[in-house]
T-cell receptor
Framework: AQSVTQLDSQVPVFEEAPVELRCNYS??????LFWYVQYPNQGLQLLLK??????LVKGINGFEAEFNKSQTSFHLRKPSVHISDTAEYFC????????????FGKGTKLSVKP | NAGVMQNPRHLVRRRGQEARLRCSPM?????VYWYRQLPEEGLKFMVY????????ESGMPKERFSAEFPKEGPSILRIQQVVRGDSAAYFC??????????FGNGTRLTVT
C-alpha cells in the first residue's frame, strides 16, 4: 500500500529565508508525486507535479521539488519565502497511470513571519 | 471559466438529519472525486465517479454514505443520519482523466 509522510507538521520561518518542506513516500510501484497548497478556508491548489523525466520539477510561486527515488523523497523548496506563502502544504502520491486517486500526507503548516 | 463549484460552503445539521453536498465539476471534466478532511489530518479519498458510474468507492464508510454523479446535474455526496464524527470539510475534485485534480473550496459540515 502507498503512504506519504510529511515529517514536519509546522514550519515557522522569517520572510526572505529559504524553506524546505519534507515529504517521503512508500510505494512498491512507480508513482506520480504532487504538492498542493491550501490557503485558509479554500480548496487545494496544485503547486507542482512529477510524472516522469527530469527529477527537478519547477512549480508556481517560485517553488520547486526534487524527486529522489533512492531516498523515496519529494521535498519542496523555495529559496526566499514571502508572507503570502503562509499556508498549509500537502504532499500526495498516486500510482502510475492515474493522477486521480491521491494519497495525501497530513500536511505541513508554513508560517512566514516578518 | 468557472472552476469546481461546491455548495453549500457551510452546512449545519443536527444529529440524525441528512446532509447533501453538491459538486459541479469544471467544464469538460467527467471524472469526480470526493475527499474528506478531518481537523489536523490530510485529505482522505472517499469515492471516484464518472458520469452515472461509481468507479472506486473503497474510501466510503459502509453505512450512511452514498454518492452519485447523474447524467445531468452535479455530483451529490449524501450522508444519512449524521453523527458528530461526520463533522469535517468535504472536498470535491474533478479531472478530464489525464489531468491533475482541480479542487473546489469545500463544504464544511458541522453536526450539532
Amino acid at each position: 500500500a502507498q503512504s506519504v509522510t510529511q515529517l514536519d507538521s509546522q514550519v515557522p520561518v522569517f520572510e526572505e529565508a529559504p524553506v524546505e518542506l519534507r515529504c517521503n513516500y512508500s510505494s512498491s510501484v512507480s508513482v506520480y508525486l504532487f504538492w498542493y497548497v491550501q490557503y485558509p478556508n479554500q480548496g487545494l491548489q496544485l503547486l507542482l507535479k512529477y510524472l516522469s523525466g527530469s527529477t527537478l520539477v519547477k512549480g508556481i510561486n517560485g517553488f520547486e521539488a526534487e524527486f529522489n527515488k533512492s531516498q523515496t523523497s519529494f521535498h519542496l523548496r523555495k529559496p526566499s519565502v514571502h508572507i503570502s506563502d503562509t499556508a498549509e502544504y500537502f504532499c500526495a502520491v498516486t500510482s502510475g497511470g492515474s493522477q486521480g486517486n491521491l494519497i495525501f500526507g497530513k500536511g505541513t503548516k508554513l508560517s512566514v513571519k516578518p | 471559466n468557472a472552476g469546481v463549484m461546491q455548495n453549500p460552503r457551510h452546512l449545519v445539521r443536527r444529529r440524525g438529519q441528512e446532509a447533501r453536498l453538491r459538486c459541479s465539476p469544471m467544464k469538460g471534466h467527467s471524472h469526480v472525486y470526493w475527499y474528506r478532511q478531518l481537523p489536523e489530518e490530510g485529505l482522505k479519498f472517499m469515492v471516484y465517479l464518472q458520469k452515472e458510474n461509481i468507479i472506486d468507492e473503497s474510501g466510503m464508510p459502509k453505512e450512511r454514505f452514498s454518492a452519485e454523479f447523474p447524467k445531468e446535474g452535479p455530483s451529490i455526496l449524501r450522508i444519512q443520519q449524521v453523527v458528530r464524527g461526520d463533522s469535517a470539510a468535504y472536498f470535491c475534485a474533478s479531472s478530464n482523466g489525464d489531468s491533475p485534480l482541480h479542487f473546489g473550496n469545500g463544504t464544511r459540515l458541522t453536526v450539532t
